[in-house]
């Protein structure tokens, strides 16, 4: 799950990671004058009206705006709220005491699947997009891989110091961006995160550095081992989808992806295999869904009645390989899924194989369901569910 702005900070305050100070989460523009008022009349020079979207370049777009006055405020409140930035429309805003900049660096940590461990970004050119700083002048983008086994005990204050001095940033902040590296490296690991970024990470005229922006994604499938993890969902920002919802409570697993081809198969692996040849076929799967290892005749049902669900698909390619699940309950369940489904418009494309298919075919071909092939091969399958998509 990714994060907006203010939680990533919260995120990073609760983990040791510099902050500025606090500031307020609205909602309207009452909210964000009365915000304003606040932190002016605290002492803050000027505060920053924050659009609070899962997506970058807010700045640019002008989600992002410093007010003086309690009546520029209401300005940029009414301009920021309910502005669309790249498909995002503004909900939610956190007015913030402006920070004194004097430089914007960069630096984060994120997953390195490429090199099965972590990666840490650093780099002295900060508050603009990493990648343009990475084509225009890749020497100044530090990139350190770090193994698993370098960071049992976390990330050492020596190669934070490494890292910070590689990337170049001035001596009079080193110290503490490499303090700030260790604690950010510990947020990400404690919190099960797969990404922390902070774009611009900045030394104050008086010498701190401050996460000024946070991008954090967490990993879904660690949200067991933290408490309140489902309190990170906030209205306005949040809009599960639906079909994913009801997946997880019916303990399926699937993922909606963008293409019009369904896909359910038994077996992660098979499923990811699935996908591919899907792709291979010049087609796109609108899911992953996997009905797992002892695909009941129930679970077909239920699966296959939630991928029918979703509007955008086309076709369902159904491919299953019977090791324990034998045929028959694979083709008991196809049949009575079209039962309980009754009419719908999609025809399903069956390969199955493995453990009893033969069988598991001879129900199917007796069952003589309108809207239902067979199909030989995994190959096979692929291009006749592509076909029909294309045509649908
Ligand atoms: N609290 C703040 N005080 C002063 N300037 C800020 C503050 N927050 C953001 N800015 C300025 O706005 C820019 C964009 O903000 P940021 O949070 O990075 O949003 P985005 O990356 O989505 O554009 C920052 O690079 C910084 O220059
Ligand atoms: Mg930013």
Same mark, same amino acid.
């Given at each position: 799950?990714?994060?907006?702005? !203010? ?26 004058? $009365? ?29 992002? %705006? =410093?007010?003086?006055? &309690?009546?520029?405020?209401? +300005?940029?409140? +009414?301009?920021?709220?309910? #502005? ?22 960069? #630096? ?5 699947? &490429? ?36 960071? &049992?005990?976390? =990330? ?28 950010? !490296? ?11 970024? @902070? ?16 991008? &954090? ?6 949200? *067991? ?13 949040? $809009?599960?989808?639906? #079909? ?12 909606? =992806? ?58 369902? *390619?159904?491919? @299953? *390989?019977?090791? @324990? ?9 196809? @049949? +009575? ?14 390969? #199955? ?10 129900? =199917? ?18 291009? %006749? ?8």
């Amino acid at each position: 799950m990714d994060l907006v702005e !203010f939680q990533g900070k919260q995120l990073f305050a609760r983990n040791g990671v510099p902050v500025p100070a606090a500031g307020s989460v609205c909602r309207t523009v009452d909210e964000i004058v $009365a915000a304003a008022e606040e932190h002016l009349g605290g002492g803050a020079s000027a505060v920053v009206v924050k659009a609070q979207v899962k997506t970058g370049g807010r700045g640019k777009a002008g989600g992002v %705006k =410093l007010a003086t006055t &309690v009546d520029e405020a209401r +300005e940029h409140a +009414e301009s920021i709220l309910g #502005l669309d930035i790249k498909g995002h429309v503004v909900n939610v805003v956190y007015v913030e005491p402006a920070s004194d900049i004097a430089e914007e660096y960069y #630096l984060s940590v994120m997953h390195d699947r &490429v090199n099965k461990g972590h990666l840490v970004i650093c780099s002295r050119e900060g508050g603009v997009e990493i990648e343009e700083v990475n084509r225009t002048n890749p020497d100044a983008v530090v990139k350190r891989p770090l193994l698993p086994a370098d960071t &049992v005990d976390g =990330l050492s204050p020596a190669t934070a110091t490494e890292i910070v001095t590689e990337a170049e940033l001035p001596a009079e902040v080193r110290d503490a961006a490499a303090g700030l590296l260790v604690a950010l !490296f510990n947020a990400y690991r404690a919190e099960d995160a797969t990404l922390a970024e @902070i774009n611009p990470l900045i030394r104050t005229t008086d010498d701190r550095v401050l996460a000024l922006d946070a991008k &954090v994604s967490l990993d879904g499938s660690a949200a *067991f081992r933290h408490d309140g993890y489902e309190e990170w969902k906030i209205d306005g920002i949040d $809009a599960d989808d639906p #079909l994913e919802a009801e997946a997880k409570a019916k303990g399926i697993q699937y993922v909606k =992806l963008d293409g019009n081809v369904g896909v359910l198969g038994n077996g992660a692996g098979l499923v990811m295999a699935t996908l591919d040849v899907v792709a291979q076929n010049g087609g796109r799967a609108a899911n992953f869904l996997d009905v797992g290892g002892g695909a009941s005749a129930d679970a077909m049902a239920e699966s296959l009645a939630l991928v029918l669900k979703d509007p955008s698909v086309k076709s369902v *390619f159904v491919n @299953i *390989f019977g090791g @324990i699940t034998r045929g028959e309950d694979v083709a008991n369940g196809v @049949i +009575e899924a079209t039962k309980r489904l009754g009419d719908f418009p999609q025809t399903l494309v069956v390969r #199955l194989d493995g453990t009893n298919a033969a069988e598991g075919r001879r129900l =199917l071909e007796e069952a003589a369901l309108a809207n239902v092939v067979a199909a030989a091969t995994m190959q096979d399958a692929a291009a %006749k569910a592509v076909e029909l998509a294309g045509q649908a």
